[in-house]
């Protein structure tokens, strides 16, 4: 089971929006809506942002948001700002063995 | 407060074997799957293994599967993860993370396990 394809880095400057894609498969991403993404500042444990695709959990800025088409997976941060540098990483249910697999994650520069 | 707490990392030699430990609190342990997550230094996010919320159903990863065993324990409310066989690419931050709807959303603050000579 190979990792979902994320972009190595994205950046926007303050209050621009990014997203962030995910690309994976019909065996995860394209066939489940167990999509969700989570971001990681250093030397932090990853803190969930996204579920079900599309959901955000209490108390996650609306600022953030997903979406998914096919294969592939987004995150769109809008309004960027500079608390939202840190890394994305996306995951996704499987129908393989591997019940979950991330995605290579993502680094977010706010310039 | 909802919590999760992992111990038992450390250095240890290749082929040799260490426990972690999770004990949970602040909610209801014994309803929830509940997953290990591990991060190699500077890469991503692994799956490990997950174990059913009645501790009857285990699925592990194809890279520790037949090395790595997850137990849990619903009347201490605590969770395990044998580690046996260790290799250097088994040196990680080990993250006790709970499941719902197929999202990770409470994690520990994770265990560093080094595996060297």
């Known amino acids: 089971q190979s990792a979902l394809t994320q972009p190595a880095s994205v950046s926007g400057s303050p209050g621009q929006s990014i997203t962030i894609s995910c690309t994976g498969t019909?065996?995860?991403?394209?066939?489940?809506?167990?999509v969700s993404w989570y971001q990681q500042r250093p030397g932090k444990a990853p803190k969930l942002m996204i579920y079900?695709?599309?959901n955000r959990p209490s108390g996650v800025s609306n600022r953030f948001s997903g979406s998914k088409s096919g294969n592939t997976a987004s995150l769109t941060i809008s309004g960027l700002q500079a608390e939202d540098e840190a890394d994305y990483y996306c995951t996704s249910y499987t129908s393989t063995s591997t019940l979950y697999v991330f995605g290579t994650g993502t680094k977010v520069t706010v310039l | 407060q909802v919590q999760l707490v992992e111990s038992g990392g450390g250095v240890v030699q290749p082929g040799r074997s260490l426990r972690l430990s999770c004990a949970a609190s602040?909610?209801?342990?014994?309803?929830?799957?509940i997953h290990w997550i591990r991060q190699a230094p500077g890469t991503g996010l692994e799956w490990v293994a997950v174990?059913?919320?009645?501790?009857?159903?285990?699925y592990y990863a194809d890279s520790v599967k037949g090395r790595f065993t997850i137990s849990r324990d619903n009347s201490k409310n605590t969770l395990d993860l044998q580690m046996n066989s260790l290799r250097a690419e088994d040196t990680a931050v080990f993250y006790c993370?709970?499941?719902?709807?197929?999202?990770?959303?409470?994690w520990g603050q994770g265990t560093m396990v080094t595996v060297s000579s």
């Open positions: 602040g909610f209801t342990f014994s309803s929830y799957d």
């Open positions: 079900e695709v599309s």
């Open positions: 019909s065996s995860d991403v394209g066939g489940f809506n167990y």
């Open positions: 993370v709970r499941v719902i709807g197929g999202a990770f959303d409470v």
């Open positions: 174990i059913s919320s009645d501790g009857g159903t285990k």
